[in-house]
């Protein structure tokens, strides 16, 4: 007979994800969102364990605690607590709760933690002394988690990463669609390939297409496959990505670039499990899930018409935005030393490590291209450090050397300012001659600088404000260097 699980918890996404995860591994579970209900329904029915967050809407977790020992002194209680409050943890110890589990859920240590409480006889269930719950908290803390790592990107160890990988550890167990959100180099494919390494679904195949860069003609073919003769150049049969995937997961990168037609096509799919190929009659049953991203909002999408509400709704079973790097400072030193890793192995170097005020440049960036901008930083600074040296600042690209040095601006920057509106002041010295050349090429400069630091050095949107394209703005920069 399973054993029955109470969760309270007013985070419903939370609720409802644990609760899917204890169901998948034999438990019976029931929710309930609020302090108060939680008590309710604990006195209406037979729980073996209950899991409650300490701070919930409409009380503290310690209150529910005692009014539960109330109706049931052998009651097993697991306090879900964050860092943060570890001491409370320890007194909800004191008063009676069996153990706390701390914040970002593991769900290894859910299931350890459960099954201790289970074990346990329910007689044994008593409040604890002073030295029992420092023992308890000795005990019962997690150990330094691992900097989470695979063959292209670590995924690092600071706290927003703990809070995304929370998420990632839950949502994997189930089968949702996913969106994920996040600027351009996050990662989104890297934890993509991840939710699926921990899903059920691990066995079968991982597929990604990237819809950024297909045309309108050819996207069903990617995603459904073509017979021979379904259209020009098409010469044999060809299996789609639906297919390929079949069983595991597919990974629809910049999906908001699908024109509506084929958005159409897919909702069908999505809804039916199965496809045709394009030119084809046959039918054929598929069994995927979809984790999608994006760099747009697909909710402001559809507002605007560019994406179907109805496929938002389908994908929208949970969503993960994902931190830019300049959101995960704690991270860039780690990432710097993995890639640094990496690249040694790739290039057959041992480059020794890095100069301090590389470090320091590192810390200062912004990191608009994110982990794929640091990732090809540090190979271009390896490629250029002898073996057994240490990496130095002269081998970093221009725009980082200069991240933390930018020239006064004469005129304010501000959001609202434009290229055009940029007008640094440039004035003759006593006793030196104003050499109008000279103070062109300076306006230039300070401008260009100025528009680079606005747009945090992306150049495509330095050269779009400028009114130039981008082999000019590299020209400048260049010459700026020499």
């Keep these: 007979m399973s054993k029955k699980i109470l969760i309270i918890d007013d985070d419903m996404d939370l609720c409802l994800l644990l609760s899917r995860f204890l169901t998948k591994n034999g438990f019976e579970t029931e929710m309930s969102h609020s302090g108060s209900k939680g008590i309710a329904k604990f006195q209406e029915g037979r729980f073996d364990v ?45 008063i009676g709760a069996f153990d706390y589990i701390v914040k970002p859920l593991i769900p290894d240590e859910v299931l350890s933690v459960l099954s201790k409480a289970i074990q346990q006889p329910a007689s044994s269930v008593l409040p604890a002394t002073d030295a029992e719950a420092e023992k308890s908290r000795a005990s019962g803390g997690r150990a330094k988690q691992p900097v989470y790592a695979n063959d292209e ?44 390494n921990l899903s059920n679904r691990r066995s079968k195949p991982f597929v990604a297409l990237d819809c950024g860069t297909l045309s309108k003609e050819l996207a069903g073919s990617e995603l459904f496959g073509h017979v ?14 639906f297919q390929l995937a079949d069983g595991g997961t597919l990974f629809l990168d910049e999906v908001a670039n699908l024109s509506l037609d ?11 499990r199965k496809y045709k190929r394009v030119g084809g009659n046959k039918e054929t049953n ?13 909710q402001d999408a559809y507002r605007k018409g560019k994406f179907r509400e109805d496929l938002y709704h389908r ?36 480059v020794a490590g890095f100069e301090e005020n590389v470090l320091q440049a590192f810390m200062q960036y912004g990191w608009p291209g994110n982990l794929r901008e640091f ?35 004469s005129t304010p920057l501000n959001s609202a300012t434009t290229a055009n509106e940029v007008k640094p002041a440039v004035k003759a010295q006593p006793g030196k001659e ?29 050269a779009e404000m400028l009114n130039i394209d981008r082999k000019t703005l590299y020209n400048k920069i260049k010459n700026f260097q020499d």
């Design 262 to 272: 084929v958005q159409a096509t897919l909702l069908r799919v999505i809804q039916e």
């Design 434 to 462: 104003l050499d109008l050349k000279d103070a062109a090429g300076r306006a230039e400069y300070e401008t260009i600088m100025a528009v680079l630091q606005q747009v945090n050095f992306n150049k495509k949107k330095a």
């Design 50 to 94: 209950v899991i409650c967050d300490y701070r919930l809407g409409d009380m503290e977790g310690i209150d529910v605690l005692k009014a539960l020992r109330k109706e049931n002194p052998a009651v097993k209680v697991l306090m879900i607590t964050g860092y943060s409050d570890i001491k409370t943890a320890v007194e909800v110890i004191k």
């Design 286 to 298: 598929v069994d995927v899930r979809i984790i999608v991203a994006s760099n747009e909002n697909l």
């Design 315 to 350: 994908f929208n079973e949970f969503s993960i935005n994902l931190p830019p790097l300049r959101a995960r400072k704690e991270d860039i030193l780690s990432f710097a030393n993995f890639f640094l890793e990496k690249t040694n192995d790739e290039l057959q170097k041992e």
């Design 228 to 241: 021979k003769g379904a259209f020009t150049g098409a010469l044999q049969d060809k299996e789609g990505h």
């Design 375 to 409: 990732r090809n930083v540090v190979r271009r600074a390896v490629l250029l450090t002898e073996p057994g040296k240490l990496i130095k600042i002269d081998t970093l690209p221009w725009e980082i050397t200069n991240a933390g040095a930018l020239p006064a601006m």
């Design 153 to 196: 990107f670590m995924i690092g160890n600071s706290p927003a990463t703990k809070a995304l990988y929370d998420q990632i550890n839950i949502v994997a167990a189930t089968n949702y669609s996913i969106i994920l959100y996040g600027e351009s180099g996050t990662g989104k494919e890297v934890i993509a390939k991840t939710i699926h």
